[in-house]
């Protein structure tokens, strides 16, 4: 069975850190970059971040620059998303996704984001 599966989230005060985590089953990710996305209560899903198949190039959301770190493991079919200087406006359930796609994300993150995990929820309170 397929699945991608996210972890770490949790409650956090404003200025702390988190580290998820994104662990495929039943398959491989080389080839696919992988994409974090985060939705807020009332709000529309925003891309966060993305990584190449290989690790090489990412892209990350302005809001997040310089505080998010995109990684990812292949031999452990598993990316993970730190998240340091949180405020609370990164309040939201963040879900990772892949997307068949080889290239460079230097620039841009692929648009065929296709399979999606559950979700976890991050709280930042101030």
């Known amino acids: 069975q397929l699945s991608l599966v996210e972890s770490g989230g949790g409650l956090v005060q404003a200025g702390g850190s988190l580290r998820l985590s994104c662990v495929a089953s039943?398959?491989?990710?080389?080839?696919?970059?992988i994409g974090w996305f985060r939705q807020a209560p009332g709000k529309e899903r925003e891309r966060v971040s993305c990584?190449?198949?290989?690790?090489?190039?990412?892209n990350y959301a302005s809001g997040v620059e310089g505080r998010f770190t995109v990684s990812r493991d292949n031999a452990k079919t598993t990316a993970y998303l730190e998240m340091n200087s949180l405020k609370p406006e990164d309040t939201a359930i963040y879900y990772c996704?892949?997307?068949?796609?080889?290239?460079?994300?230097?620039?841009?993150?692929?648009?065929?984001?296709?399979?999606w995990g559950q979700g976890t929820q991050v709280t930042v309170s101030s």
């Open positions: 990584i190449s198949s290989s690790g090489v190039t990412t």
């Open positions: 039943g398959f491989r990710l080389d080839d696919f970059a």
């Open positions: 996704a892949t997307a068949f796609f080889h290239g460079s994300v230097r620039f841009n993150c692929p648009d065929n984001f296709g399979f």
